[in-house]
C-alpha cells in the first residue's frame, strides 16, 4: 500500500474546474492519522492500494486525496 510520507506535498484536482488544485503538505503522521503543516488532524483511510485522506470533509463533491499522486 502507499503511504503519506512527512515533508512531502500530494494534490489533487477539483472535480468540477480542472484548473482548481487542492494540495496537503504533511507534517507528521501515525498510524492512523496525519497532521499537515497547516496544524490540522486528518483521519486516514484506504483506496485501489492507496491511503486516502479527505482534507475538507465528506460530501458527495468532496475532494479526496491520495498517496500515490
Same mark, same amino acid.
Given at each position: 500500500?502507499?503511504?503519506?510520507?512527512? @515533508? =512531502? +506535498?500530494?494534490?489533487?484536482? #477539483?472535480?468540477?474546474?480542472?484548473?482548481?488544485?487542492?494540495?496537503?503538505?504533511?507534517? *507528521?503522521?501515525?498510524?492512523?492519522?496525519?497532521?499537515?503543516?497547516? @496544524? =490540522? +488532524?486528518?483521519?486516514?483511510? #484506504?483506496?485501489?492500494?492507496?491511503?486516502?485522506?479527505?482534507?475538507?470533509?465528506?460530501? *458527495?463533491?468532496?475532494?479526496?486525496?491520495?498517496?500515490?499522486?
Amino acid at each position: 500500500m502507499t503511504a503519506f510520507e512527512p @515533508g =512531502k +506535498t500530494y494534490k489533487t484536482r #477539483s472535480i468540477c474546474d480542472s484548473n482548481c488544485w487542492f494540495s496537503i503538505t504533511v507534517a *507528521s503522521r501515525t498510524a492512523k492519522t496525519l497532521k499537515t503543516v497547516e @496544524g =490540522k +488532524t486528518l483521519r486516514i483511510g #484506504s483506496y485501489d492500494g492507496a491511503e486516502t485522506v479527505k482534507p475538507y470533509g465528506s460530501y *458527495s463533491m468532496a475532494p479526496v486525496i491520495s498517496a500515490d499522486r
